[in-house]
């Protein structure tokens, strides 16, 4: 647990002579001032929206792991500076997806998975797990986390947990 600044809209800091902040701002603020205990790993879990240059330096400048999801207008530079979108296209149409099942908080799960290190705009080398219960475009989203020795699967596992911060 840690001490997060609660969001104000731009409104009302203009009518309380409030400095205003972005919800990315204060992302970035809570990974700057979060300090772990000694060894301890630290994981930052956000989801697409937060999947920028700004979040993505203070994450790695800390030393920390993320695990994240990328929207699908995303490009990979590694690969002609093509769209996330573009690649699961092509993933599909080769059908380069493992059928990878695994036990998570007691429940068997299984998933369509793809593991690649990519480089991506506005987040560099990571690694990008396109993951999905069906191999449909729709249905793959493009899990992205900068701790390259990550399997597919360690990765969907940490993913998975984002649901819980979102309640």
């Known amino acids: 647990p840690i001490a997060a600044k609660p969001y104000k809209s731009k409104e009302f800091c203009r009518k309380t002579n409030r400095k205003f902040y972005t919800q990315v701002e204060l992302g970035v603020q809570i990974v700057n001032d979060f300090v772990p205990p000694d060894g301890v790993e630290v994981i930052v879990?956000?989801?697409?929206?937060?999947?920028?240059?700004?979040?993505?330096?203070?994450?790695?400048?800390?030393?920390?792991?993320?695990?994240?999801?990328?929207?699908?207008?995303?490009?990979?530079?590694?690969?002609?500076?093509?769209?996330?979108?573009?690649?699961?296209e092509q993933l599909i149409q080769k059908d380069d997806f493992e059928e990878i099942s695994f036990t998570h908080k007691g429940r068997k799960k299984t998933y369509f998975m793809h593991r690649e290190e990519l480089t991506i705009s506005r987040c560099g080398k990571v690694v990008v797990v396109f993951?999905?219960?069906?191999?449909?475009?729709?249905?793959?989203?493009?899990?992205?986390?900068?701790?390259?020795?990550?399997?597919?699967?360690?990765?969907?596992?940490?993913?998975?947990?984002?649901?819980?911060?979102?309640i």
Do not use: C, P
């Open 131 to 166: 993951s999905g219960r069906e191999k449909v475009l729709r249905k793959v989203k493009a899990l992205v986390s900068n701790m390259l020795h990550l399997s597919a699967v360690a990765i969907s596992k940490h993913y998975s947990f984002r649901w819980e911060i979102e």
């Open 45 to 88: 879990m956000f989801d697409s929206f937060f999947s920028g240059k700004k979040m993505v330096d203070k994450v790695n400048n800390k030393g920390f792991g993320y695990v994240s999801v990328l929207a699908k207008n995303r490009v990979i530079k590694s690969h002609d500076d093509i769209h996330i979108s573009e690649r699961i």
